[in-house]
């Protein structure tokens, strides 16, 4: 069993920056593949941001140019480095982690972009 912690969410103006952390309770590195998705109020959560094992990186359209996913496996940790902030990006932000063939989530942590 593998526990997902975020961090790193809070208020932030439009045109803001913030650092999201998902740290792991296990080693990630041999983790296929490590996404981002968020849930805005009274929407579905959707996809947000991908890095598979091999450093693929897949992104939703309204984030490309202005998000960017990462890991550091020495710490377990995945980020989501979010700039240039918009308020349709509040949301809560989860972390989802596919390895040993399984599916990790993480609790979310929200983020507000609001002035």
């Known amino acids: 069993q593998v526990q997902l912690v975020e961090s790193g969410g809070g208020l932030v103006q439009p045109g803001g920056s913030l650092r999201l952390s998902c740290t792991a309770s296990?080693?990630?590195?041999?983790?296929?593949?490590m996404d981002w998705h968020r849930q805005a109020p009274g929407k579905q959560r959707e996809f947000v941001a991908r890095l598979t094992s091999s450093g693929w990186t897949d992104y939703l359209d309204s984030v490309k140019g202005r998000f960017a996913i990462s890991r550091d496996n020495a710490k377990n940790t995945v980020y989501l480095h979010m700039s240039a902030l918009k308020p349709e990006d509040t949301a809560v932000y989860s972390c989802?982690?596919?390895?040993?063939?399984?599916?990790?989530w993480g609790q979310g942590t929200q983020v507000t972009v609001s002035s």
């Open positions: 296990a080693n990630i590195s041999s983790a296929d593949l």
């Open positions: 989802l982690i596919y390895i040993a063939s399984k599916y990790y």
